[in-house]
């Protein structure tokens, strides 16, 4: 019976666990985006996908230095830099954005954690748009305006990764050119 009882609950643990998502998600009640982080599948080993980040950073920040915060060889990267990535209207124009992610490698994967959105103009924490307590009232409804803010301030978190993301394996070697 104990056995049973054991198998049971090890079987419900696995079941309430919560999967790790490749994108940020919107918060639910009690949660908020930053600090959130997503695990991507990325093939290499934790050097080669630190060199990467490493390189792409240094191809495209005219001051690569400003934007690594800090890094450990090998295993992490902090960045921060600016990408036209909010809106503050669906469909809008897209606003500069002061990102701050911080990269965790371990073989074929990466873990991103995000620490912080602004906005480029105001320098503002439009991450603190997409916080339970903004977005949901007292009763549990959602609050419109802050609703439509969370949505794209997500929207934008995930545009940034995903530029990084896909622009790490782009990189071409110029000196094969000449």
């Given at each position: 019976?104990?056995?049973?009882?054991?198998?049971?609950?090890?079987?419900?643990?696995?079941?309430?666990?919560?999967?790790?998502?490749?994108?940020?998600?919107?918060?639910?009640?009690?949660?908020?985006?930053?600090?959130?982080?997503?695990?991507?599948?990325?093939?290499?080993?934790?050097?080669?996908?630190?060199?990467?980040?490493?390189?792409?950073?240094v191809?495209?920040?005219?001051?690569?230095?400003v934007?690594?915060?800090?890094?450990?060889?090998?295993?992490?990267?902090?960045?921060?830099?600016?990408m036209?990535?909010?809106?503050?209207?669906?469909?809008?124009?897209?606003?500069?954005?002061?990102f701050?992610?911080?990269?965790?490698?371990?073989?074929?994967?990466?873990?991103?954690?995000?620490?912080?959105?602004?906005s480029g103009?105001?320098?503002?924490?439009?991450?603190?748009?997409?916080?339970?307590?903004?977005?949901?009232?007292?009763d549990?409804s959602?609050?419109?305006?802050?609703?439509?803010?969370?949505?794209?301030?997500?929207?934008?978190a995930?545009?940034?990764?995903?530029?990084?993301?896909?622009?790490?394996?782009?990189?071409?070697?110029?000196?094969?050119n000449?």
């Amino acid at each position: 019976m104990k056995k049973v009882l054991l198998v049971l609950g090890m079987v419900a643990l696995t079941f309430s666990m919560k999967s790790q998502s490749d994108t940020f998600t919107y918060p639910n009640k009690g949660e908020q985006l930053e600090l959130q982080y997503v695990i991507i599948e990325k093939e290499g080993t934790a050097g080669e996908n630190y060199n990467k980040l490493l390189n792409y950073i240094v191809k495209n920040y005219k001051n690569p230095d400003v934007v690594i915060k800090s890094k450990i060889d090998g295993d992490y990267i902090r960045m921060e830099g600016i990408m036209s990535a909010f809106s503050h209207k669906e469909g809008g124009t897209r606003l500069d954005t002061k990102f701050h992610y911080e990269f965790k490698f371990k073989n074929n994967k990466m873990r991103i954690e995000l620490i912080s959105l602004k906005s480029g103009v105001s320098n503002g924490h439009i991450s603190s748009y997409a916080t339970s307590s903004k977005i949901y009232k007292k009763d549990g409804s959602k609050r419109k305006l802050w609703d439509a803010y969370a949505t794209r301030t997500v929207e934008a978190a995930n545009y940034i990764l995903d530029v990084i993301i896909s622009n790490m394996d782009s990189q071409v070697n110029d000196d094969d050119n000449w």
